[in-house]
């Protein structure tokens, strides 16, 4: 199966938002666990991936079988995002079974965004050419730092080297959508270190950056070892000033800082992300993946076994309505992530001035701006999010 090259599209273009026109896709697999992470994954070893590994031969499988069974809601899919776990431990044969049954079962448009989550050191040039012939447009390379001391305290299984030849092999493959992960706030981490990887990421000219502060997840080896605010940990001071500092340098480089932790440069938001944030239905696929259709959140489970025994039972998805009181909360936690915020004529007018008469003090403090809709502002706002949102999910909990 061979799809066209994309046509970048911008702010959801063309997404309808009754109707699913999404798709994640999880793949679980890794060769090892990040200290920081607390995805649902399996862990192969460093030298395991593609066909060579039989679980991951028969969680392809599954997944198709899984693909099949979904009820086509009506609409072709306009964006795939193949997550994981590293789906660059896909061989190019398995990751084209999949897109062959997601194809079969809802139908891909011409111009389809497909997202592929990579890792240094998990692919080759043949592979990634192989992606790219099947329809992948779009790759979010995991870097998440520049120095190989930083990387070896996370756990990675990488080193600077083998991001240097991950860029090369891409840029020979011609792939004109690339984003970067980069992580700040981890373990030991200056502030110069950050500001290298920042700079360095640029010199490589990607168009889309996402930069992430580090989260303490209890059952990661990161959650059990330190605890907030403790050292070897950056203090509070200084992971804001990586934040402010980032914004500084990528929108001085011309990107936009579209959300709370994404750059991007003119056309290159991910569209697939912008559903999450506008709370669009998607369908949800795999292993502990989440999907949204019907007014119906319903999560899968997160091991291999129960996976695969719910599949076998034909993938029954729970009747987990999203209630009005969660669909508000939910509207203003995602959408205040977007740089434009949310607009305020979709709530009722008591609701409306409830939320304007919450976010007033902050308004004040120059964390908000208010008028038609509601957003925050680029860097304090952003930088204060938790405390503002804390703010309005305390003001309609008590009057639930």
Same mark, same amino acid.
């Given at each position: 199966?061979?799809?066209?090259?994309?046509?970048?599209?911008?702010?959801?273009?063309?997404?309808?938002?009754?109707?699913?026109?999404?798709?994640?896709?999880?793949?679980?697999?890794?060769?090892? +666990?990040?200290?920081?992470?607390?995805?649902?994954?399996?862990?192969?070893?460093?030298?395991?991936?593609?066909?060579?590994?039989?679980?991951?031969?028969?969680?392809?499988?599954?997944?198709?079988?899984?693909?099949?069974?979904?009820?086509?809601?009506?609409?072709?899919?306009?964006?795939? #995002?193949?997550?994981?776990?590293?789906?660059?431990?896909?061989?190019?044969?398995?990751?084209?079974?999949?897109?062959?049954? *997601? /194809?079969?079962?809802?139908?891909?448009?011409?111009?389809?965004?497909?997202?592929?989550?990579?890792?240094?050191?998990?692919?080759?040039?043949?592979?990634?050419?192989?992606?790219?012939?099947?329809?992948?447009?779009?790759?979010?390379?995991?870097?998440?730092?520049?120095?190989?001391?930083?990387?070896?305290?996370?756990?990675?299984?990488?080193?600077?080297?083998?991001?240097?030849?991950?860029?090369?092999?891409? +840029?020979?493959?011609?792939?004109?959508?690339?984003?970067?992960?980069?992580?700040?706030?981890?373990? /030991?981490?200056?502030?110069?270190?950050?500001?290298?990887?920042?700079?360095?990421?640029?010199?490589?000219?990607?168009?889309?950056?996402?930069?992430?502060?580090?989260?303490?997840?209890?059952?990661?080896?990161?959650?059990? +070892?330190?605890?907030?605010? /403790?050292?070897?940990?950056?203090?509070?001071?200084?992971?804001?000033?990586?934040?402010?500092?980032?914004?500084?340098?990528?929108?001085?480089?011309? #990107?936009?800082?579209?959300?709370?932790?994404?750059?991007?440069?003119?056309?290159?938001?991910?569209?697939?992300?912008?559903?999450?944030?506008?709370?669009?239905?998607?369908?949800?696929?795999?292993?502990?993946?989440?999907?949204?259709?019907?007014?119906?959140?319903?999560?899968?489970?997160?091991?291999?076994? /129960?996976?695969?025994?719910?599949?076998?039972?034909?993938?029954?998805?729970?009747?987990?309505?999203?209630?009005?009181?969660?669909?508000?909360?939910?509207?203003?936690?995602?959408?205040?992530?977007?740089?434009?915020?949310?607009?305020?004529?979709?709530?009722?007018?008591?609701?409306?001035?409830?939320?304007?008469?919450? *976010?007033?003090?902050?308004?004040?403090?120059?964390?908000?701006?208010?008028?038609?809709?509601?957003?925050?502002?680029?860097?304090?706002?952003?930088?204060?999010?938790?405390?503002?949102?804390?703010?309005?999910?305390?003001? #309609?909990?008590?009057?639930?």
């Amino acid at each position: 199966m061979s799809l066209p090259p994309p046509i970048i599209l911008s702010n959801n273009e063309g997404i309808d938002c009754d109707l699913p026109q999404s798709a994640y896709v999880h793949i679980p697999f890794c060769r090892r +666990r990040c200290f920081y992470c607390d995805f649902p994954i399996s862990v192969l070893g460093d030298r395991t991936s593609g066909e060579q590994s039989g679980s991951m031969e028969q969680y392809v499988d599954q997944l198709g079988r899984e693909i099949r069974t979904t009820p086509n809601l009506g609409k072709p899919l306009k964006t795939v #995002f193949f997550g994981g776990g590293t789906p660059s431990l896909l061989s190019p044969s398995q990751l084209e079974r999949i897109l062959t049954n *997601l /194809e079969q079962q809802f139908g891909i448009v011409q111009n389809a965004e497909i997202s592929l989550e990579i890792d240094p050191g998990t692919f080759t040039l043949a592979q990634i050419r192989a992606y790219c012939q099947l329809g992948v447009n779009r790759l979010s390379l995991g870097v998440q730092a520049f120095q190989d001391d930083l990387l070896h305290r996370c756990g990675r299984s990488h080193q600077v080297k083998d991001i240097l030849e991950a860029i090369g092999i891409i +840029r020979q493959v011609g792939i004109t959508n690339l984003s970067f992960d980069l992580i700040s706030g981890l373990p /030991e981490q200056t502030l110069q270190q950050w500001e290298e990887s920042l700079q360095k990421a640029l010199s490589f000219a990607p168009q889309h950056l996402s930069c992430y502060d580090l989260v303490l997840e209890p059952v990661t080896v990161f959650g059990k +070892r330190y605890q907030g605010g /403790e050292t070897p940990l950056p203090q509070d001071e200084t992971t804001a000033k990586m934040y402010c500092l980032a914004q500084e340098i990528l929108t001085g480089a011309g #990107f936009e800082h579209y959300e709370v932790s994404n750059y991007a440069k003119a056309g290159y938001q991910c569209v697939h992300n912008r559903v999450y944030w506008e709370t669009q239905p998607y369908y949800g696929l795999g292993m502990g993946a989440a999907s949204y259709t019907q007014g119906i959140r319903f999560t899968r489970p997160r091991t291999r076994r /129960e996976y695969y025994a719910w599949v076998e039972e034909g993938c029954q998805v729970g009747e987990e309505r999203v209630t009005q009181q969660d669909q508000l909360l939910e509207t203003l936690m995602l959408g205040l992530r977007l740089k434009e915020g949310v607009s305020l004529g979709q709530f009722d007018p008591k609701i409306k001035a409830k939320i304007e008469q919450t *976010l007033h003090p902050y308004q004040q403090r120059g964390w908000v701006t208010l008028g038609e809709g509601v957003a925050l502002t680029d860097p304090e706002g952003f930088l204060f999010s938790n405390t503002i949102l804390a703010s309005l999910f305390e003001q #309609f909990d008590l009057e639930n």
